[in-house]
């Protein structure tokens, strides 16, 4: 039977997304059959990661100096920013290498049911970012959840008057996606989205 502290390492470690009791006590084994090549190298990358890893005080990104490196890449288009959810979409976003523009990342979705109201959000500093002259554009890229849209509408709404170009993510058939596989929802939105060829 585990003792207290390995109890204690699979209730943590059960905390993290994605890992579930079962997952999270391979883990914790693996870690502890290993220490020398996982489990000392990972507690010191945490350490490291708690002490220079900060949040950026212009767009919300983590990185480990402040403005990040997006907000400080003199090469980025300073007319358009992508306003993401968390700092995961911005990473995504990212990885795919297909936007030159900055970040605003809203720290999460407005949500009545969890209590999240705007106040919670970085939405006023959005609304300051946006009277920036240099800005054109503003792309609300929110997940397509109701929260997420409900989010991108009020958004809007706090935006409407500017002279800004707002615009959304397009919704529907991703590229490979087999018509049989998806939901009736992406189905709908990617029919009334056509487009002439």
């Known amino acids: 039977m585990p003792g207290s502290a390995i109890d204690h390492l699979i209730q943590l470690l059960g905390r993290l997304p994605g890992l579930?009791?079962?997952?999270?006590?391979?883990?914790?084994?693996d870690l502890l059959r290993h220490r020398e090549q996982r489990l000392v190298p990972l507690m010191r990358a945490l350490e490291d990661a708690s002490e220079n890893v900060r949040e950026c005080g212009i767009c919300g990104n983590l990185d480990l100096c402040d403005p990040c490196g997006i907000c400080a890449d003199p090469k980025r288009d300073q007319s358009i920013l992508c306003v993401v959810e968390d700092v995961a979409d911005l990473w995504a976003l990212e990885r795919a290498r297909i936007f030159c523009g900055h970040y605003h990342v809203l720290g999460g979705v407005l949500s009545a049911l969890d209590g999240v109201g705007p106040e919670d959000l970085r939405i006023a500093k959005l609304v300051e970012r946006a009277a920036d002259p240099q800005l054109q554009e503003i792309v609300l890229a929110m997940n397509a959840t109701v929260d997420g849209q409900t989010t991108a509408h009020y958004i809007s709404d706090r935006l409407k008057g500017s002279a800004l170009?707002?615009?959304?993510?397009?919704?529907?058939?991703p590229v490979g996606g087999e018509l049989d596989y998806l939901d009736d929802g992406t189905l709908g939105t990617a029919l009334k989205a056509r487009r002439p060829l």
């Open 165 to 173: 170009t707002l615009s959304r993510l397009a919704h529907g058939v």
């Open 20 to 29: 579930g009791p079962r997952s999270a006590r391979r883990v914790a084994l």
